[in-house]
């Protein structure tokens, strides 16, 4: 089963916050995060492992609750080279097989 | 460094034409490889992964077909183009559990 993103776009002003939810319907063993830009492959962001590891970029951050099987990806004073579409990424078993979201297409304007 | 390559990078076939994607990595060994496909505006769709040479695991059934043939090479086949096989075809790689994945520049193919 596909993750459902929230919400599937979202238009912010430079130095806005933002926040992108990533919601399964299945227990959950890691989630990853994703950005892509128009016409560019995906380039890593986060992950997040169950037990509360956590990888990836220094000025985002994400949570990411096991009982519930969510996440979410805080993007906080953003800036123009944020825009994109994110897709969180959920693996059910640990054996790296990933599942994208439906995405969510972000626009920072000056 | 990693690095991983795929080609070509655009690719225009008509339909009933065979096909063959070539993706390669650079500085590791034994990685987890895939090919994923992403429809124009839409999400990146898992069609196979391989944790080794000649493991070939298939998540979509259809008409495409992937093989390892050495350790830091993965192909991507098709004996008879359709058109709903027109899209962006992403390579990507990972190392061991739980660790990320990192795409190729893709392949934009239009099969027409």
């Known amino acids: 089963q596909q993750p459902v993103q929230s919400p599937q776009a979202v238009i912010l002003r430079e130095g806005e916050d933002a926040v992108i939810n990533c919601s399964s319907s299945?227990?959950?063993?890691?989630v990853h995060w994703y950005r892509q830009k128009h016409g560019e492959a995906p380039v890593f962001l986060m992950i997040?492992?169950?037990?509360?590891e956590q990888k990836g970029h220094e000025k985002i951050s994400a949570s990411f609750n096991e009982k519930k099987q969510q996440s979410s990806l805080y993007l906080t004073a953003s800036q123009l080279s944020y825009s994109g579409t994110y897709f969180c990424?959920?693996?059910?078993?640990?054996?790296?097989?990933?599942?994208f979201g439906t995405g969510t297409r972000l626009l920072v304007s000056p | 460094s990693q690095t991983i390559h795929q080609w070509p990078a655009t690719l225009v076939q008509p339909v009933g034409s065979p096909l063959s994607l070539e993706c390669t990595v650079e500085?590791?060994?034994?990685?987890?490889l895939y090919w994923y496909r992403q429809a124009a505006g839409r999400g990146l769709q898992l069609l196979f992964y391989?944790?080794?040479?000649?493991?070939i695991s298939s998540e979509v059934p259809q008409n495409l077909s992937a093989s390892r043939p050495q350790d830091r090479q993965f192909i991507l086949s098709s004996k008879k183009l359709l058109l709903s096989d027109s899209g962006f075809y992403l390579c990507?790689?990972?190392?061991?559990?739980?660790?990320?994945?990192?795409f190729g520049p893709g392949t934009r193919l239009t099969v027409t």
């Open positions: 990507a790689w990972s190392v061991g559990r739980a660790n990320e994945q990192y």
């Open positions: 299945k227990a959950l063993y890691s």
């Open positions: 997040l492992l169950k037990g509360g």
């Open positions: 990424g959920t693996e059910n078993t640990g054996f790296q097989k990933l599942v």
């Open positions: 500085g590791t060994s034994n990685p987890n």
């Open positions: 391989s944790v080794g040479i000649g493991q």
